[in-house]
């Protein structure tokens, strides 16, 4: 039987929602029947917006989907002003202030406190600047992720951006692929960097070289099933296909029509791509793709280019990201600033865009390591752009655990998350910043902070994953980690090992300290941390490094999943001002 | 009026009447020995995979693990409120208290 999910998906989807969404924007929050709620937020996310959780009813999560997470400087700047405007609460956040936009571990862009009522002033702003927050969430294409500097980087076998738009004007606002039973999430990668992260994708083109009738032809070898949720991670795997690029709109097509016709509508549990993979396995998939959904003969795979990938990837030889200083193919240069877990306050948005502009880029870009990317910076103006004081904040040459920290929504506004994560990993990477000495030779640190299995951080690959949990501390209960090591992508990805569970918050820190005091000691010449975990089997791992309660001071430790808003100064729940109006104002409840 | 419950947004919840009622991450002490071998398991709720009514009773099967033995896995079915006939106002339980999993639906027939 079909899940409740797909009866209110077959009365209303898609495109359509758009005229009920801003019929209850002109009426108010309070114009959507109570009995509908649970539907309409579901259809809603087909928009971008995902209702906040318990406690702020009437709020919403509003996503911009970026593809590759590319933009203009005007786009940024609108998503600035759209943020200073908006995305402002009750609360004011303790280290980030009053209004700001969160960069997302998919290239998009995440703001909070949006109410209803303001969504078509904010679509007209978003639109006019050629943004939008379709499909950014909800069960069809989502934003499809990439290198931001396609056509610019020099270290490049294909410029995947006219691809990228390709797919994106395609299957955005599609009926075919309107109602697909799961999310769909592409990744396209022409670079050597393997800055797509393919692998852990529901489609993933991989740049490939392959021999055709005489001719070195370049394109992409196509893998399927990637994804990490659920304590169910999967790599993407190989359909032995390779596709030029001329044809990945029509493979990504047939790709996505397999899944909309075969993916489990009965079970959401059971409903994303990588499981239909588990199930059918690559030889299916790719018999049936051949024979019910292209009308070309599928060539087997070419010669990908894993053994050069280095982003994510652990390596000591080079970084595994965009930040600092990089070549472009036309020379000039694009700039990656570390933004500390993706989150930026709007007047340091807009203040970004202007800057960018002055410098006459015409391309910011945001990274799937939450970081953002100001590029076509001419030679001549490099060294006065990196004097900007704008950069002191968002610096392209930050302190290796400040570089490498990211995280998820958390219980902020999450209603999955178990933990509260980004205020926390702030302060994580401010006290190893402060007390903890950098291995010798290690420039970017990965740390990825998830506050539960759905992984919205990333946490299975990473140098240290960090994923939410509970336990018991002096018989209180306490916000806790379960602690994996050696996760990455590159030429041999591997998902982390978890070798610490239900780790208190507050001894985390003096965890990181006693494990890298070990790697230091211990490892091999240059060795990575990656290679260093790599050379050790499960039970070494297990008790390699003790948790230990340190100077680092944990403010969020209790359970903040039970308060409206964990930096409230009265934080029950009964204090929640939410639902409120157009005002902010609380609605009158019957009770 | 029937009770309309279902779980959303991955698990994360259990809407009753369209009400968002019970969250994940709540720690819940289960009985009878079904899930771990604690004696009284000490289950962090990660995820509501199933749920029902079973006439005023909410009940549901949730995805997580017991923080004491690390055990991990799908309890029995638990539950979580009564929906008041008269009011429809929905009455949860305490997680905290000590619950005991049934193997099935208490409504559910054997046959």
Wanted: proline share 5%; with cysteine.
């Amino acid at each position: 039987m079909p899940s409740k999910v797909e009866r209110w998906k077959d009365e209303t989807y898609g495109m359509e929602i758009r005229d009920h969404l801003e019929r209850f924007a002109e009426e108010g929050f309070d114009a959507i029947p109570e009995d509908e709620h649970d539907a309409w937020f579901e259809r809603f996310k087909w928009w971008g917006l995902y209702h906040q959780r318990k406690g702020q009813e009437s709020y919403f999560m509003m996503r911009i989907g970026t593809p590759m997470g590319r933009m203009t400087p005007a786009q940024l700047r609108t998503v600035g002003e759209v943020a200073r405007e908006y995305a402002t609460g009750p609360v004011d956040n303790p280290e980030f202030g009053h209004a700001y936009a969160d960069f997302t571990t998919r290239q998009s862009i995440q703001l909070h406190w949006i109410k209803i009522e303001d969504i078509p002033d904010i679509f007209d702003e978003l639109e006019s600047a050629g943004l939008s927050t379709i499909q950014a969430c909800g069960d069809s294409w989502r934003n499809i992720v990439g290198s931001p500097v396609a056509g610019r980087d020099a270290d490049e076998l294909v410029d995947v951006w006219p691809i990228v738009e390709e797919l994106h004007d395609r299957f955005k606002g599609n009926d075919l692929y309107t109602n697909l039973p799961r999310k769909w999430k592409v990744a396209v990668t022409g670079d050597r960097r393997g800055a797509g992260q393919g692998d852990i994708n529901d489609l993933a083109f991989e740049p490939a070289v392959k021999e055709i009738d005489g001719d070195d032809v370049a394109g992409f070898n196509v893998n399927v099933g990637g994804g990490l949720a659920r304590k169910e991670p999967r790599l993407a795997r190989s359909i032995d296909v390779f596709c030029r690029p001329e044809n990945a709109a029509e493979v990504a097509a047939g790709l996505s029509g397999l899944f909309r016709d075969h993916g489990d509508r009965e079970d959401r549990f059971n409903a994303r791509m990588k499981f239909l993979v588990d199930e059918w396995g690559t030889e299916k998939i790719r018999s049936v793709l051949q024979e019910e959904y292209v009308d070309y003969e599928l060539p087997t795979a070419g010669q990908g280019l894993r053994e050069e990938y280095d982003y994510n990837a652990g390596r000591s030889d080079a970084p595994g990201d965009y930040v600092g200083v990089h070549d472009q193919a036309d020379g000039q240069h694009f700039v990656g600033l570390s933004v500390l877990v993706g989150r930026m306050a709007a007047e340091d948005v807009i203040e970004l865009a202007d800057l960018a502009e002055e410098y006459d880029s015409e391309m910011i870009g945001l990274t799937q390591r939450q970081n953002v990317i100001v590029g076509d910076i001419a030679d001549d103006d490099l060294d006065d752009f990196l004097a900007e004081s704008v950069l002191e904040d968002y610096s392209p040459d930050p302190h290796p655990f400040m570089r490498g920290s990211i995280a998820c929504t958390g219980t902020e506004y999450c209603s999955l998350s178990i933990v509260e994560t980004k205020n926390r990993m702030v302060r994580y990477a401010r006290w190893l910043k402060e007390n903890v000495p950098v291995p010798e030779g290690v420039s970017d640190f990965h740390i990825h902070l998830s506050g539960c299995t759905a992984s919205c951080a990333q946490p299975q690959i990473a140098d240290i994953s960090l994923r939410g949990m509970k336990t018991r501390k002096d018989g209180e209960a306490v916000e806790a980690f379960d602690v994996g090591l050696g996760g990455g992508l590159g030429e041999n990805p591997q998902f982390a090992d978890w070798v610490e569970m239900r780790v208190p918050a507050d001894e985390i820190p003096g965890y990181i300290a006693n494990l890298l005091e070990v790697y230091e000691a211990n490892r091999e010449g240059q060795e990575s941390f990656r290679e260093f975990v790599a050379d050790r089997d499960e039970d070494e791992l297990t008790g390699l490094a003790e948790p230990e309660e340190t100077s680092y001071e944990d403010p969020y430790l209790g359970n903040t999943k039970m308060t409206w808003y964990p930096y409230a100064e009265d934080e029950e729940m009964s204090a929640s001002p939410a639902p409120t109006n157009a005002s902010g104002e609380p609605i009158p409840t019957d009770d | 009026m029937p009770t309309d419950v279902h779980q959303l947004d991955d698990g994360a919840w259990v809407s009753v009447n369209d009400t968002r009622e019970v969250n994940v991450s709540d720690l819940w002490r289960l009985a009878g020995g079904g899930f771990c071998s604690c004696q009284l398991t000490d289950f962090l709720a990660e995820g509501f995979v199933e749920v029902g009514v079973d006439g005023g009773n909410v009940e549901a099967r949730i995805a997580g693990q017991c923080i004491q033995c690390g055990a991990s896995g799908v309890t029995g079915w638990l539950t979580l409120g009564r929906v008041d006939p008269e009011t429809g106002d929905f009455r949860p339980v305490v997680p905290e208290s000590v619950h005991r999993p049934s193997r099935r639906r208490r409504g559910t027939p054997t046959a």
